[in-house]
């Protein structure tokens, strides 16, 4: 089952889609690090709700960029196929435990995560690959990392490119644009079984992704298309510098939840003066 809201401010909905759209084309990620802000600030979305209404819009950015980047070369389909293998059940259990995870505390941690690991590619512009694997091994070490970002799809609503792209760079040693290709096909697969999963428990908004997704379309074909001009090291620094930005604002807004949910629990605990 879904649920059905009111009708959303047109220009803030236009905001949303275009900038998770353009996102998700110029990093090879879903958008919805910079939707689900959106949606739970200015469009006043309950967290999981947005978590659940972003991953149904990415389905549409993630396919719309992928298919862009596929036309220009940028997409491996063995390792497109293993990466899903561990994505669709990684972001289908990710789902379903995201109501069991207190939201804050798993964005906080996963903020943390994004500047470590945009930190990593900043620092470092080539270098050997943490596993130096092929044939088989290379396919389960994309299982793995498939089901790793998925897990987080699932649960935070993203489209798990933070985690695919930079592994399958550090990790395999892909190229950046290649890499990117090949996390945008994942995602398509991941963000559908997420949205399933969710759609299900009712954290869908239909109104607000009809909406959002419109304008989403537009914003992924542009993105790709800068994407695609950009040198391999070039847009290795975008996806980090703008991974950075997205992990501290995540942090930040994570943290001062907490310590507000913090202070009221303390405030209404028995013995205090507010009791």
């Known amino acids: 089952m879904s649920r059905r809201g009111e009708a959303p401010n047109a220009t803030l909905a236009a905001v949303t889609g275009a900038a998770g759209g353009f996102l998700s084309g110029i990093l090879g990620g879903g958008g919805g690090a910079i939707m689900v802000p959106l949606m739970t600030g200015p469009l006043r979305m309950p967290q999981h709700v947005a978590h659940g209404t972003s991953l149904v819009v990415i389905v549409v950015t993630a396919a719309v960029a992928a298919v862009t980047y596929a036309a220009g070369g940028s997409s491996d389909g063995s390792l497109v196929g293993a990466l899903l293998v561990g994505a669709i059940g990684g972001a289908w259990l990710g789902a379903r435990g995201a109501m069991r995870i207190p939201a804050m505390r798993l964005r906080q941690l996963f903020g943390l995560f994004l500047v470590m690991v945009s930190l990593r590619l900043l620092l470092v512009s080539a270098g050997n690959p943490l596993l130096d694997v092929d044939g088989r091994g290379e396919l389960a070490a994309g299982a793995a990392i498939g089901a790793a ?127």
């Not at 799809?153 to 930079?166: E, H, K, M, R, T």
């Not at 395999?172 to 399933?196: F, K, T």
């Not at 695609?228 to 090291?233: E, H, K, M, N, P």
């Open 149 to 275: 970002g998925g897990l987080a799809s699932g649960a935070l609503g993203v489209g798990g490119g933070a985690i695919f792209v930079p592994a399958l760079v550090l990790i395999l040693g892909v190229g950046q644009h290649q890499a990117q290709g090949v996390s945008l096909w994942v995602i398509v697969g991941a963000s559908i079984s997420g949205a399933i999963a969710h759609y299900r428990q009712g954290t869908v908004d239909t109104t607000m992704a009809k909406w959002v997704a419109p304008f989403a379309f537009p914003g992924a074909v542009a993105g790709a298309l800068v994407a695609a001009v950009l040198s391999g090291r070039m847009l290795q620094v975008v996806f980090a510098v703008i991974l950075t930005a997205i992990g501290i604002q995540m942090l930040a807004t994570a943290s001062r939840r907490i310590r507000v949910e913090g202070r009221m629990g303390a405030a209404l605990a028995p013995g205090s003066d507010a009791a």
